[in-house]
């Protein structure tokens, strides 16, 4: 059964964990030292999304962080990619904390197709990220 918690600062090392594996198995666009950058900042915006883990049972399979009517991340443990959790945590999120609006990599090119598959459709693009690196953004909206 799929249910989540609410993490805290004590869960961070396992959220970044959990981050760095999915991201080396499905960001292979990014460089290495973007990686390691990412990787350092991260922890400066957790305290400021609804950040969840997501669980079946007392096995880990990722997290989520929302803040208002925006997913602003959504990782899975890469073992667990492609078998129905990012489908069910996401229509949960639609559901429960309305979500409506999510940026993805234009490089991630299934990060894309999963959302487009679940209603998000291209509203906007961004040439770079958040941070001003070279990775555009896709700014979707839910339909």
């Known amino acids: 059964m799929l249910i989540n918690k609410k993490a805290t600062n004590k869960d961070y090392e396992l959220v970044l964990e959990i ?10 666009f990014l460089k290495e030292e973007d990686i390691i950058f990412f990787r350092n900042e991260i922890p400066k915006f957790l305290g400021y999304v609804d950040l969840l883990l997501w669980y079946d049972g007392e096995q880990i ?5 929302t ?31 309305s979500i409506t609006k999510i940026g993805v990599n234009e490089a991630n090119t299934n990060a894309y197709k ?22 555009p953004i896709l700014h979707l909206e839910y339909k």
């Not at 981050?19 to 292979?28: E, F, G, N, Q």
């Not at 399979?61 to 962080?65: A, L, T």
């Open 114 to 135: 999963f959302y487009n598959k679940h209603g998000f459709t291209i509203v906007s693009r961004s040439d770079l990220d958040g941070f001003g690196k070279p990775y």
């Open 19 to 28: 981050w760095y594996k999915s991201i080396k198995a499905t960001h292979i």
């Open 67 to 97: 803040k208002e009517d925006e997913l602003e991340m959504l990782f899975l443990d890469p073992s667990y990619i492609g078998m129905q959790y990012g489908s069910r945590i996401l229509q949960w999120l639609i559901a429960n904390k």
């Open 61 to 65: 399979i990722g997290f989520s962080g």
